[in-house]
């Protein structure tokens, strides 16, 4: 029997007020890739919101399988993800990887679960909805068995500018990103920390990692700055740089949109953080005027005062499932144009709590029905 | 007498092939703030580069006086900075900070020495020459005394932009940087070292430097990301943002050019990246057009095949004194938008490289004579 290897980390819900304890009438709900690092969030999330649980199936890779995760008290061991194993599931997550979804997210929908993939398998498939529940939760209802949830680095710009776009509309778009290691998952984060320690020490390093697991090149993440995330497409962007331009595009339903993205990987742990430029509509709009906007923002915290040296930054976002939004400036050359700084936790709004959001709003709009 | 701090550095220098040896008949030269992170290269590059030396006088403050450096072999003892330490003076750098400029500076240039200030004191003085010399040389004939060396995270946009802006004109430049801590002095450089072996051993950390020395709050850096470099101004830009705006236009000569910057600093020891969107003037320019300016453009070196992998790294970057450039991408929505990633080391291009080719420049044009 392997070891919890589960991180525990309390996480901080403003969004979420749910009461809803574990009955005999709640769901039967599957985790497939529990024991990566966006699994073990999805199962502490469940438990932390008191997700409506009837029965807990947590599913992995046959090297993952065996291991021992705590819910709510209870010791549930790790099963090896096959398609019987979603007989009965109401709800199933998937975070394993694409092949793994485009392999076991069909088998699970014809045993009649919902599916909310966590992976770029059917992100831009168009009978697929993209989902931020503060942006497009309304697309829920044209689902088909499976639901999309976004990448991290969108995820958090998106539920940042969607209430900007109802306020003042939106032309453009063009951000640069700083992202944490811990979205090439465990691995990653445990290179970088070798490294770290290797390179304090004078010893030397054997990068085998970053930035693309498989790829022919690997690259020193510790003190350095690596400008590619995910493979390359033909036209010089990467697939990460690709998946922010069209997903945004998709989930704002806007195919009109001018975006463009830099992707960029940086030593830190958790947090992605993200320099964004945008052109809004409307004219005359000002910072306060963003300010009054992102104030009432569903899931967004501003914290926006220089005076005070009051802005966003990974360490304080870790472990909390708010998207933090500060630096917000007029352009001194663009009337219509805006600079600001969104930071969020990756694993979190980036990820497991997004995919736990779309859960809890099919339940409120009648979308699932436990099968018992 | 106090121990030889000097970083031992070897550089590669592609752009400088001088080859006059040190003379009787070479200039008195004297480096203001030679112990500190920028003088010591200077005084390393200027030994490297055998710059035509008959005496150096090197100088700092009371506490760092005594200090003995070594240069060609040879032990010279740092003095206490004083006007009269300028007589006979013929080149003087200056590099301890904008109060020792502002105060000191003038005395030089009273005693016959031009002036070459690595502060921000003098760069936005309209009778003040702000030179990198691939980009405006020629400003250094309008000199009255004082040229001003620009801004770090200036110097290696606008040496990588000028032979674009030179082929198909420029009218916008959107940067976004990831900056070093060396640019913010030694003691960030302990912090952000200091930091990350205590939090590597789950201790605590008391930040006390960075972002800006003096300043009420401070921040983790290591591991982290702070978006903020430099001190506030009225209009929610920091200094440091407004210095890239500003000296951009004035390097360039473009007073119309829209330009707009957020600057941010990051746990990387040395090495600036910049994530830069210009627009260009002509239409139809494309990626490769853009690569073959770049080829052929002084004190620039093409890093840019995404199938190789290949793109510049501040990790790569350290210690030679080009500019990096890669990931060149058009934009997908406006025809003449691109893309681009700038990497340099922010201590020898950034600050002693290009004080010491401004002095180089002074010899060719014949701007500078020994007083001997």
Sequence with gaps: MKTNKI????????????????????????????????????????????????????????????????????????????????????????????????????????????????????????????????????????????????NCSTIQMVAALEPIRQAFGLKKVIVSTYQAVSGAGVQAIEEMKNQTKALLNDQSIQPATLPVKGAEKHYQIAFNVIPQIDVFSENGYTLEEMKMMNETKKIMNMPALKVAATCVRLPVETGHSESVYIEVEKGNVTTKDIHEVLQKAPGVVLQDNPQEQLYPMPADAVGKTDIFVGRIRQDLDENNGFHMWIVSDNLLKGAAWNSVQIAQSLIKLDLVKPKN
């Design 7 to 150: 991180i525990n980390r309390t996480f901080e819900m403003k969004s979420w007020k749910g009461k809803k304890e574990m009955t005999e009438s709640g769901f039967h709900v599957a985790v497939t890739g529990a024991t990566g690092a966006v699994g073990q969030q999805i199962v502490q999330l469940l438990a932390q919101t008191n997700f409506p649980i009837r029965k807990l199936t947590l599913l992995s890779s046959e090297r993952s399988a065996g291991t021992v995760i705590t819910y709510k008290g209870k010791d549930i061991v790790v099963e090896k993800a096959a398609p019987e194993r979603y007989e009965g599931v109401d709800i199933a997550f998937f975070s394993a990887g694409g092949s793994i979804s485009q392999q076991l997210a069909p088998e699970a929908v014809k045993r009649g679960a919902i599916v909310i993939d966590n992976t770029s398998a059917y992100r831009m498939d168009e009978t697929v909805p993209l989902v931020v529940p503060e942006v497009n939760e309304e697309a829920l209802h044209e689902h088909r068995g499976i639901i999309a949830n976004p």
